[in-house]
């Protein structure tokens, strides 16, 4: 007679453990048979969101079907004022560029007309400073006060 070893009072515990484990399943599936599972707010929040989704889904696949017959290469009105739109704005560009391009060569500092009047203007202010201080300088030492007579 063999003698009972360690490992096979291992596996005899186990395998009662699972018969216990599939008892209280077995059990438990019987006492559910009788509930009776109503709608709650989960369940209706979940039904309304897949509603929703299949309801979009739907509309994507009829959009689709209605829209084969679509033929895209032929042009229309929204077309062409898009084209238009698009080429006025290019011709804005191109004129900025042409400006930029034109200015780019633009002297700056060459005198011009107005520029040559203002700068005269000046100096003549300038003069006319000049001598009115020389005027000033030179008077200092006469006195107005004094009565001159001959």
């Excluded at 453990?17 to 599972?37: M, P, V």
């Excluded at 300088?137 to 001959?150: P, Q, R, T």
Aim: glycine residues 4%; proline residues 1%; aromatic residues 6%.
């Amino acid at each position: 007679m063999a003698v009972p070893s360690f490992e096979t009072d291992i596996r005899k515990e186990q395998h009662q453990r699972d018969q216990g484990y599939k008892a209280t399943a077995r059990e438990t599936r019987e006492g559910l048979k009788d509930i009776l599972i109503t709608e709650t707010a989960e369940s209706a929040s979940r039904k309304e969101h897949f509603d929703r989704d299949n309801q979009w889904k739907e509309t994507g696949r009829t959009t689709r079907s209605n829209l084969k017959d679509v033929n895209m290469a032929v042009p229309s009105f929204e077309t062409d004022v898009r084209k238009e739109q698009h080429t006025r704005d290019q011709g804005y560009k191109a004129t900025q560029r042409d400006t930029r391009d034109n200015l780019r060569h633009y002297d700056d500092t060459a005198e011009d007309v107005i520029t040559s009047v203002r700068k005269d203007q000046h100096m003549r202010e300038q003069g006319a400073k000049a001598t009115a201080k020389q005027t000033k300088d030179s008077l200092k030492d006469v006195n107005m006060a004094a009565a001159v007579f001959m």
